[in-house]
């Protein structure tokens, strides 16, 4: 595998979930991070825990993903050590509920649009620029099952990840032929805060998505993006669809009866 130590990562939402996973694993690989999301608190825990675990600088940098202007200026805001990113890891997303088309809340599908999509346009455009001068990097966008295929309830936020998919490939072929490589991890039901922040807080809904199911976690994810950051460079992972075993699309799950 490839040797990944001292490359400059940025992970956008460390503070729960896969972003969180992913943090640990790039740490123990020897990578620099920033990690970057709202809650300042939790960054600041997991910068102290990698820190004294892997003895790796850390930069924590409080970001709404929402904030498209705050999302621009991140980069160059960033201290002079961790200006050359090697790693993106557009990973901080969310879905808001399962409404249908006769309901739909335009603010909720406001909030999955910016988060899920605008923000991936508007920092990939601002850390790519460097990676195309040294001709290095990697860019993984966190999509989803919900980016491949559309669900009853999942308008919005199947929408948001189609658009996400949508500009991966495109940002792939624009980079053919140069050393930045593009990955799109495509995750099935994971079982994170995901659910939670879908149903609004309603921890019982939430946790019977994952009911009779023996569903992916965040570290089987973080193994994923490491996978696909790890393959000699001449090793493009374009795609990376993942299933839990008793999933095989987004409706076929196979429940106990
Ligand atoms: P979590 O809810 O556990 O983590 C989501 C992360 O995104 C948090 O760190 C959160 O940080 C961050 N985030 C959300 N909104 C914002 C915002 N406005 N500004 C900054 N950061 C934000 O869920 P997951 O780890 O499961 O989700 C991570 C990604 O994986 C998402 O893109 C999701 O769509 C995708 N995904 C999840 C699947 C699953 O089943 N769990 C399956 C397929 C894809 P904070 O709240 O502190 O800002
Ligand atoms: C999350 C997985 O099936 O809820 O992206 O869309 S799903």
Redesign the pocket.
Same mark, same amino acid.
């Not at 956008?12 to 972003?19: K, L, V």
């Given at each position: 595998p490839l040797d990944i130590r001292g490359q400059i990562a940025l992970v956008? *939402? $460390?503070?729960? *979930?896969? +972003?969180e996973a992913i943090a640990w694993r790039l740490a123990e690989a020897g990578c620099k991070l920033i990690i970057t999301?709202?809650?300042l608190d939790?960054l600041q825990q997991l910068q102290q825990q990698l820190v004294e675990k892997y003895q790796v600088a850390v930069h924590v940098a409080q970001?709404?993903?929402?904030d498209l202007d705050a999302v621009a200026q991140l980069p160059a805001s960033l201290p002079e050590e961790f200006q050359e990113v090697d790693i993106l890891v557009n990973? $901080? *997303?969310? $879905?808001l509920s399962l409404s249908s088309v006769a309901d739909h809340d335009i603010e909720d599908a406001k909030t999955m649009i910016e988060?899920?999509f605008l923000s991936v346009v508007v920092l990939t455009r601002e850390v790519v620029k460097g990676m195309m001068a040294r001709n290095r990097g990697h860019i993984v966008n966190?999509s989803?099952i919900a980016g491949i295929e559309a669900y009853k309830g999942g308008g919005l936020y199947c929408g948001s990840k189609h658009a996400l998919e949508a500009y991966t490939t495109a940002t792939r072929h624009e980079l053919v032929g140069t050393n930045i490589r593009v990955t799109s991890i495509q995750? +099935?039901?994971?079982k994170?805060?995901?659910s939670i922040?879908r149903f609004k807080g309603d921890v019982t809904r939430a946790d019977s998505v994952y009911e009779g199911l023996d569903p992916l976690t $965040?570290p089987d994810i973080a193994d994923n993006v490491m996978y696909a950051l790890t393959r000699p460079v001449h090793v493009q992972i374009a795609e990376m669809l993942v299933f839990c075993s008793s999933q095989a699309s987004a409706i076929t799950i196979a429940r106990p009866k």
């Open positions: 956008t *939402g $460390a503070s729960s *979930g896969f +972003g999301a709202r809650r939790r970001l709404d993903m929402r990973n $901080a *997303g969310l $879905a988060t899920n966190m989803s995750p +099935g039901a994971a994170t805060e995901f922040v $965040a």
